[in-house]
């Protein structure tokens, strides 16, 4: 029977909320087999500022003391590169994150990556502190004649990242929750001639719902609709050897994105996101058992993200104590997480997972 030590787990893209989804979802970090995770600022109103982001985060260690949580900006006209020091001196934040306007789910404060010159100032200091840049890769369409739909916004958002690469070559950047076939050839492709040991500057997070799902399974399920949308066969299997491959640019961040059971029961205007948190290791675990790389599976939901991020060893300490083990064993998916005041429906609910997590003392 397979028992794998997984060490300190990270997910490096999380959407906790706040409220009472807060309450209900936060402790599911744990729960579902992580130690650090990397939070995401896309709150009404969004996390622009010192005073926000001490809030919250206070907020979530009360909801969670075992957890780390590790805090992000929203990228917004607001933010100045004073302001990003004083944070990022103060170990307050460890990203910013870019929400081109209008793709996803509160991203209306967002911008707009045709032209991202106003920020230079904002990333030449991101770039000083290693402060990491997390991109939501799509491009959002004007008009029409854009040709912009669901389906290729993350292909045509592919030569924004490589621009920026090109104007801060040691600004540290991850595309978030890639989805296709070019993004996954692009990464290597920036890293092509890394050797291990070197520096990385651009990477890649993968979540756990793309390793299963593609366009049939949303287009009739809005439990598994998110954005970026899962593509084709193609773009999965592509995510799947990427995230089973052991490369350090590629790691977990599994977008967990709760929206409660009455926003996705609607005929229009379904939010988007599919909630992962609660079976976070579980989910990534069957795929790799799948296909044979359950040795690998330690370096992407532990290793490469804690090294991308170069997580200091006063972060690391608090996790010493206690590790996560992989357990086969039989373990159903709930139906419905509720806290009495809202619902969520959980990805693959009701279905029998093959592993469980344990945490075990050191
Ligand atoms: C996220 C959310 O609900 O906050 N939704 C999603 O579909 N992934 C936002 C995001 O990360 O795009
Ligand atoms: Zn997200």
């Known amino acids: 029977m397979t028992e794998i030590n997984l060490g300190t787990t990270a997910d490096m893209h999380v959407h906790l909320r706040d409220g009472t989804m807060s309450k209900l979802i936060t402790p599911t970090v744990k729960s579902g087999g992580i130690s650090i995770c990397y939070v995401m600022p896309n709150l009404v109103p969004p996390i622009t500022t010192k005073q926000q982001v001490e809030e919250y985060h206070k907020n979530l260690e009360k909801m969670a003391p075992d957890t780390t949580f590790l805090m992000s900006f929203y ?18 934040i460890h990203g910013i994150k870019c929400y081109p306007a209008g793709v996803t789910t509160n991203s209306k404060y967002g911008v707009d990556p045709n032209d991202f ?3 230079y100032p904002i990333f030449e200091k991101m770039q000083e502190k290693g402060i990491i840049l997390n991109l939501h890769g799509e491009k959002p369409g004007i008009d029409e004649k854009d040709e912009i739909n669901i389906i290729n916004a993350e292909s045509k958002f592919l030569p924004a990242l490589r621009k920026l690469h090109q104007d801060f070559p040691r600004l540290k950047i991850i595309l978030e929750h890639t989805t296709t076939f070019e993004s996954i050839e692009l990464v290597r492709e920036l890293n092509q001639g890394k050797k291990q040991g070197d520096e990385i500057f651009i990477g890649a997070t993968i979540t756990a719902h793309h390793l299963y799902l593609i366009i049939d399974n949303w287009a009739n399920n809005p439990i598994n609709y998110c954005k970026p949308v899962a593509k084709f066969h193609k773009d999965k299997n592509a995510l799947i050897d990427a995230a089973t491959s052991g490369e350090p640019w590629f790691f977990f961040g599994s977008d967990s994105a709760p929206h409660p059971i009455h926003k996705k029961q609607v005929h229009v205007d ?9 079976n976070a290791i579980g989910y990534v675990a069957e795929i790799f058992d799948k296909f044979n790389k359950l040795e690998n599976l330690k370096k992407f939901v532990s290793d490469n993200g804690i090294k991308f991020y170069d997580l200091k060893e006063e972060i690391l300490a608090k996790h010493k104590n206690e590790s996560v083990w992989l357990i086969e064993r039989k373990n159903k998916v709930p139906e419905i997480l509720g806290n009495g005041e809202v619902e969520v429906v ?7 997972l093959k592993y469980i997590i344990e945490w075990r003392k050191n």
């Open 75 to 92: 990228l917004c006209k607001e933010l100045t590169p004073e302001l990003v020091e004083e944070c990022a001196d103060k170990g307050l």
């Open 270 to 278: 379904v939010c988007a996101g599919v909630y992962t948190q609660c």
């Open 117 to 119: 010159s106003q920020f």
């Open 346 to 352: 959980p990805f693959k609910a009701g279905d029998e």
